[in-house]
């Protein structure tokens, strides 16, 4: 666990920058791939124009949620503290959140489908966040409650973990977050082989459904977040939120193909191969 990787002279080449660029950049590299093989011509030229307002909508999202929503009472006492991003501090609920107002923004500017897009790009939504959690483990900035047991990850000297918990071992959450991003990833391509398809915004409800329950159970582990009623932080209401919205696509898509319907804009991420 490193913040840094070397200075250059007085400034610091940050490990949460750097691997959070590196996940920002395979999950639209994986995206392109799937937009050239199962979307329509000219959506990867689309993706390419899309990219910077997904950076900087997701960066902001993820900022906001962060400070207004998951530690706002640290931030109202530390004002300063709010734009210093380097530190860590992204939700990446937020920063779906961010980046889905930025992507409504340019899909309806130029006319095409929302579901199309979103559909396309889950697989490479999945790939990122579970790279963006290694940001999280390196930074010390996100991490579990003590276990009160014989195993866990212990953070060294110079993390937010270690000044919250010294040494005390503390549930690997973060990284169990990590590899269920992969797993659902991987699932994601099994489920999407089913010969008869799957109808436009099934990818994108899977996300929404699958990730924040898992988000939710997993966020019981989680030591570095106030809690409020029932004992829940913010990431759990917002996975609840999600959720509700991810099972009422599911509902709707599901009842478009039934009555035969066309959702939009065909879309081939559903197609089997």
């Avoid at 002279?9 to 996940?23: D, E, M, N």
């Avoid at 962060?66 to 860590?88: E, T």
């Avoid at 006319?111 to 966040?129: K, W």
Wanted: aromatic share 18%.
């Amino acid at each position: 666990m490193h913040s840094y990787w070397f200075f250059i002279g007085s400034f610091p080449v940050r490990s949460y920058s750097t691997i959070f660029a590196l996940a920002f950049l395979l999950g639209l590299g994986v995206t392109l791939y799937l937009a050239k093989i199962r979307g329509n011509p000219g959506d990867a030229d689309h993706w390419w124009g899309l990219a910077p307002w997904l950076l900087v909508g997701g960066i902001v999202g993820a900022r906001f949620w962060q400070v207004f929503f998951f530690d706002w009472g640290y931030y109202s006492a530390h004002p300063g503290q709010i734009v210093q991003v380097w530190n860590g501090g992204l939700s990446i609920q937020g920063g779906i959140a961010g980046a889905l107002v930025a992507a409504i923004w340019y899909l309806r500017r130029h006319r095409l489908s929302f579901l199309h897009f979103a559909d396309i790009a889950t697989p490479g939504i999945l790939l990122g966040q579970s790279i963006g959690r290694d940001a999280d483990f390196m930074n010390g900035s996100a991490f579990g409650a003590p276990t009160h047991k014989g195993f866990g990850e212990v953070y060294p000297p110079g993390t937010l973990a270690y000044e919250t918990y010294g040494s005390q071992p503390l549930w690997p959450a973060v990284t169990w977050e990590g590899m269920v991003d992969v797993a659902l990833f991987a699932l994601l391509f099994v489920i999407l082989q089913r010969k008869k398809g799957w109808p436009l915004g099934f990818p994108f409800a899977y996300y929404l459904v699958a990730y924040n329950v898992c988000r939710f159970f997993l966020e019981m582990l989680r030591g570095d977040s106030p809690r409020g009623a029932f004992g829940w932080d913010a990431a759990q209401w917002t996975a609840l939120v999600s959720v509700a919205v991810g099972l009422a696509l599911l509902i709707w898509v599901f009842l478009k193909e039934k009555r035969k319907t066309p959702l939009g804009v065909h879309d081939k991420m559903g197609e089997g191969e």
